[in-house]
């Protein structure tokens, strides 16, 4: 979390910097229907909402084929999509909403970036994705999201549940 060192008065009468976490109105969190629930976006994008008691909004993109029509029925991906959306909105409360968009592949990228002009989202709050093999570090949504972004934006790298880096064998990691 990022940090402002501000100063305040310390007991004794002296100065002193007191540190205060930066704070933001509105939080864009941009999910992909394709990698699930992230719940640390979630609980980075609520920090930076928190003192405030400000909103926080889950776009879950769901991504489409070129071979289906964009208003094709995609009920196991819509269903996956509202469950992301529930499980954001038990985790962050009240103050959060959400909702779900068909997106053409390569498409999500511009579509967070409309959606986080459109609410005038303070800052957006993406997970790192998982690195292709020879892709890119940051991938294409979030390279365009970076490249023409609205406001700021926060990367959460997630820990690896196995404490694995990516494509990393766990036979190898033993000691």
């Known amino acids: ?28 969190v941009a999910l992909a229907a394709e990698d699930g629930y992230d719940p640390h976006v979630v609980a980075t994008a609520a920090k930076l909402a928190a003192r405030r008691r400000h909103g926080v909004h889950v776009l879950v993109t769901v991504t489409v084929p070129y071979a289906r ?74 390279e365009t999201v970076l490249a023409d972004r609205p406001c700021r934006v926060i990367i959460e790298s997630s820990p690896d549940p196995g404490g694995l880096a990516p494509g990393r064998d766990p036979a190898r990691n033993a000691p």
């Open 69 to 142: 029509a964009i208003d094709a029925p995609m009920r196991e991906q819509r269903g996956l999509a509202e469950s992301i959306i529930e499980q954001a909105r038990v985790q962050g409360g009240r103050r959060l909403t959400g909702h779900w968009e068909k997106v053409r592949a390569g498409q999500a990228g511009r579509r967070i970036i409309e959606e986080a002009e459109d609410m005038r989202a303070s800052a957006i709050v993406m997970a790192m994705p998982r690195r292709a093999a020879g892709g890119s570090l940051f991938g294409k949504t979030l």
């Open 1 to 28: 979390m990022f940090s402002v060192l501000r100063r305040g008065t310390a007991t004794d009468g002296t100065e002193a910097p007191v540190e205060h976490g930066a704070e933001y109105d509105s939080v864009l």
